[in-house]
C-alpha cells in the first residue's frame, strides 16, 4: 500500500476517505429520522421509543468497549481490522433496509420489531465504524498526512451527511420509506467496500495484546484521554441533539417545505466542505485544541439565533453559518484522538486504536441515552401530540429553547476540559525540561 518512501497514493488514500460516506449516510439517516418516523407515521409513542433509547443506549454503550477490546486482540492473515469491515458491512444495510419496512401497524409489535432492528443496525454499524476509524491513526501517522487525510474524510462524511441529514425526510415522503432506505444502503455498502481498496495494516502492530483488566487501567490513566472524551462527549451531544431537533424545528416551529428543509441542512454542509480543508490547514499551524474551542464558540453564537429566527431563509442562513465549526469539529477532533492513542504507544508499546475508539463510542453512545432523556422529557412536559399537525405554543417553545440554549451548557464543559487538556501538554513539557536540567 506505501511506496519505496513509505507514502500512500493518493488514490488510496481517496479511497480510505470514502468510507466516510457510507458511515455518514446510513448513521446520520438513521439518527436524524428513525424515531421521528415511528413516531409520525408508524404512529408509535414517542415518549416510549424515547425511554426505550435511554435504556438501550446504556446498554449498547457497553458494545463499543467490546468491540474495541476485540479488534485489539484479533489476529488474523487480513489484519486486525479489515476483516470485521468486510464481514459485516453488508448485514448493516440490511439491517437498515429492514428497519424502514415495519412489518406490522400495531403500535406494541411496531415498537417491538423497532427496538430488534435498532440493536441488530447499531450492532453491525459498532464493528465497521470502530474499526474504520481505528485504521486511521495507524495508517497516517505525521500531522500533515493526518490533517489532509481527515479533510477527505470529512468531504465524504458531509456528502454523506447531506443525503443522509438534508435529504433523508424529503426522499422518505417522496419515494416512501422503504425505497429510500433500499438505496441508502445500496450506496452506503458500496462505499464500504471501496474503502477496504485504500486500507492496509501494519502486521508489526499485532503485538501481544493487554488483558481486559490492564487494557481498561491504562485507557483511563491517561489524562489526556480522559480531557478528550470529556470535550468530545458534549460536543456530540450537542451536535446530535441538534440534527435530531431539526427535524421538528422544521416541522413545527419554522414550517419549511421539503425543498427548503433540504436547504436548510445542506447549507450547513455545503458550507463545511471548503472550510474542513480550511480548518486542515490551519490545524499544521495553530494547536488543534485551541481551535476546538474556537469551534464551541463559534457553534454557540451561532445556535442562540434559532431562539428568534422567524423565516425559512433566516433559518437557512443560520444553518449556513453552522457549517463553519461543525466542519472543525469533524476534522479537529480526528486529530486530537489520533495524538492521545500515539502518547499512548510511547507509553505501553502498542498500537491500541481499537480501545480507544471503543470507549470514546461508549461515551458517545451515553450521550444518546442523556439525548434521549431530554427529549423524554420534552415530549412529558410540553405537552407535545403527534397527532397535531400544529403544536401549541409550549410545545414550539420547548424546541426553540433546546436548539438555542442547551449548546451553552454543553460546550461550556467541553471548552473547560479542552483547557484542562492543553493543561496536561504543559505540565508533561516542563517535566521534560526539568528532567533535561
Known amino acids: 500500500?506505501?511506496?519505496?518512501?513509505?507514502?500512500?497514493?493518493?488514490?488510496?488514500?481517496?479511497?480510505?476517505?470514502?468510507?466516510?460516506?457510507?458511515?455518514?449516510?446510513?448513521?446520520?439517516?438513521?439518527?436524524?429520522?428513525?424515531?421521528?418516523?415511528?413516531?409520525?407515521?408508524?404512529?408509535?409513542?414517542?415518549?416510549?421509543?424515547?425511554?426505550?433509547?435511554?435504556?438501550y443506549g446504556i446498554v449498547n454503550a457497553f458494545l463499543n468497549v467490546m468491540?474495541?477490546?476485540?479488534?485489539?486482540?484479533?489476529?488474523?492473515?487480513?489484519?486486525?481490522?479489515?476483516?470485521?469491515?468486510a464481514f459485516m458491512s453488508l448485514p448493516l444495510c440490511l439491517a437498515f433496509v429492514l428497519l424502514f419496512t415495519?412489518?406490522?401497524?400495531?403500535a406494541y409489535w411496531a415498537t417491538f420489531y423497532f427496538f430488534v432492528l435498532v440493536f441488530l443496525f447499531d450492532f453491525?454499524?459498532?464493528?465497521?465504524?470502530?474499526?474504520?476509524?481505528?485504521?486511521?491513526?495507524?495508517?497516517?501517522?505525521?500531522?500533515?498526512?493526518?490533517?489532509n487525510v481527515s479533510a477527505w474524510q470529512q468531504l465524504f462524511g458531509i456528502l454523506g451527511m447531506i443525503i443522509g441529514v438534508a435529504l433523508v425526510k424529503s426522499l422518505g415522503q417522496t419515494l416512501g420509506y422503504p425505497m429510500m432506505a433500499l438505496a441508502f444502503a445500496t450506496i452506503g455498502g458500496l462505499?464500504?467496500?471501496?474503502?477496504?481498496?485504500?486500507?492496509?495494516?501494519?502486521?508489526?502492530?499485532?503485538?501481544?495484546?493487554?488483558?481486559?483488566?490492564?487494557?481498561?487501567?491504562e485507557t483511563f490513566s491517561n489524562r489526556k484521554f480522559l480531557r478528550f472524551i470529556t470535550a468530545n462527549f458534549m460536543i456530540q451531544l450537542a451536535t446530535t441533539m441538534f440534527t435530531t431537533l431539526s427535524s421538528y424545528?422544521?416541522?413545527?416551529?419554522?414550517?419549511?417545505?421539503?425543498?427548503?428543509?433540504?436547504?436548510?441542512?445542506?447549507?450547513?454542509?455545503?458550507?463545511?466542505?471548503p472550510m474542513s480543508f480550511i480548518w486542515a490547514k490551519i490545524?499544521?499551524?495553530?494547536?488543534?485544541?485551541?481551535?476546538?474551542?474556537?469551534?464551541?464558540?463559534?457553534?454557540?453564537?451561532?445556535?442562540?439565533?434559532?431562539?428568534?429566527?422567524?423565516?425559512?431563509?433566516?433559518?437557512?442562513?443560520?444553518?449556513?453559518?453552522?457549517?463553519?465549526?461543525?466542519?472543525?469539529?469533524?476534522?479537529?477532533?480526528?486529530?486530537?484522538?489520533?495524538?492521545?492513542?500515539?502518547?499512548?504507544e510511547r507509553h505501553t508499546h502498542r498500537r491500541r486504536e481499537g480501545m480507544y475508539y471503543g470507549v470514546n463510542g461508549f461515551l458517545v453512545r451515553l450521550g444518546?441515552?442523556?439525548?434521549?432523556?431530554?427529549?423524554?422529557?420534552?415530549?412529558?412536559?410540553?405537552?407535545?401530540?403527534?397527532?397535531?399537525?400544529?403544536?401549541?405554543?409550549?410545545?414550539?417553545?420547548?424546541?426553540?429553547?433546546?436548539m438555542g440554549l442547551l449548546p451553552i451548557v454543553f460546550m461550556g464543559f467541553a471548552t473547560f476540559a479542552l483547557l484542562r487538556y492543553r493543561s496536561v501538554r504543559s505540565e508533561r513539557r516542563a517535566a521534560a525540561l526539568s528532567k533535561s536540567s
Open 368 to 402: 444518546m441515552s442523556v439525548q434521549y432523556a431530554i427529549m423524554a422529557i420534552y415530549f412529558w412536559s410540553s405537552g407535545f401530540n403527534s397527532h397535531l399537525s400544529v403544536q401549541g405554543s409550549s410545545a414550539i417553545l420547548g424546541i426553540r429553547l433546546m
Open 283 to 344: 490545524a499544521q499551524r495553530i494547536a488543534t485544541s485551541v481551535l476546538t474551542m474556537v469551534s464551541a464558540i463559534l457553534f454557540v453564537i451561532d445556535n442562540l439565533f434559532f431562539l428568534v429566527v422567524r423565516t425559512p431563509m433566516e433559518v437557512i442562513i443560520t444553518g449556513a453559518v453552522m457549517g463553519i465549526p461543525i466542519a472543525g469539529f469533524m476534522v479537529l477532533l480526528n486529530i486530537l484522538l489520533a495524538d492521545v492513542i500515539d502518547e499512548d
Open 102 to 106: 415495519p412489518m406490522t401497524t400495531n
Open 124 to 147: 453491525f454499524f459498532t464493528f465497521v465504524a470502530l474499526n474504520m476509524g481505528a485504521l486511521y491513526p495507524e495508517m497516517y501517522r505525521s500531522l500533515k498526512d493526518r490533517s
Open 1 to 55: 500500500m506505501k511506496d519505496k518512501e513509505g507514502n500512500v497514493s493518493f488514490a488510496r488514500k481517496i479511497a480510505y476517505s470514502s468510507n466516510q460516506f457510507g458511515i455518514n449516510i446510513l448513521w446520520q439517516a438513521f439518527n436524524t429520522i428513525a424515531v421521528f418516523y415511528y413516531v409520525t407515521q408508524v404512529k408509535v409513542s414517542g415518549t416510549v421509543l424515547s425511554d426505550g433509547m435511554i435504556v
Open 249 to 273: 424545528f422544521t416541522q413545527y416551529v419554522v414550517i419549511m417545505n421539503g425543498i427548503t428543509g433540504s436547504l436548510f441542512l445542506g447549507s450547513i454542509f455545503i458550507v463545511a466542505i
Open 67 to 85: 468491540a474495541g477490546y476485540l479488534s485489539d486482540r484479533t489476529h488474523t492473515r487480513f489484519g486486525r481490522r479489515i476483516p470485521y469491515i
Open 191 to 217: 462505499t464500504l467496500y471501496v474503502s477496504l481498496w485504500g486500507s492496509f495494516e501494519d502486521k508489526s502492530y499485532q503485538t501481544s495484546p493487554f488483558d481486559w483488566k490492564d487494557a481498561f487501567v
